[in-house]
């Protein structure tokens, strides 16, 4: 990239060919207010003219060479989404399958459709997950490993999580759980509120004698 631009951008400059060189000055004359005055008048207008053409010149190839680096970067960017698309979508079985077994020991109720329905939930969750990474790192807007690996950095901790709540036969989708846990939670509450009371009405009592 860096002897293209040296080609086909400072070749057009004429100053270049005097950077880092062992060019003398000469003779220094009396300064100039502006630039204006080293010009005689008929050759003023000849001179803007040509340093007009020569920036749109400049940044025309400018344009271009940054315009043919962006598709070279986005050819690239394909290449490696084509990559880790390989090993990603590999071990999103292995992910998927960490999640679906689990779910058949902790569902024991249902038959068949209560852990058909999460699959299909869960499923879901990695089919968004990776359409959306895997357009974010084509539009550059995030990483072309994170884009490819959103769904399994999402789902890997479910499975983990249902994988060890099935080792402890945790009962996590079953109804009578979370009945017991909002009684417990509603006694729990009640008490508080009892209590609280009852502090209250003794404070008062004593404040009364």
Sequence with gaps: MG?????DVLSQLAFVRYM????VVGKQKAPAKNFDAFLPDSLRTLVRTQALNKLNNL???TDVVLNDQKAQQKVLRQHQIEWHRKISLSLACLVLFLIGAPLGSIIRKGGIGSPLVFAIIFFMVFYF???????MAKEGSIGVFSGMWLSTFVLLPIGLFLI???LRDSQLFSKEFYYRFWR???L???KTGRDNAES???DRNGNSE
Excluded: C
Aim: proline share 0%; aromatic share 10%; net charge positive.
């Design 59 to 61: 940044r025309i190839t």
């Design 188 to 190: 729990a509450y009640n």
């Design 200 to 202: 209250l009405l003794s």
């Design 3 to 7: 002897a293209r631009v040296n080609r």
């Design 20 to 23: 880092d060189s062992n060019w």
């Design 184 to 186: 417990k939670l509603k």
């Design 129 to 135: 997950t990776n359409s959306t990474g895997e357009k």
């Design 164 to 166: 060890y709540n099935a």
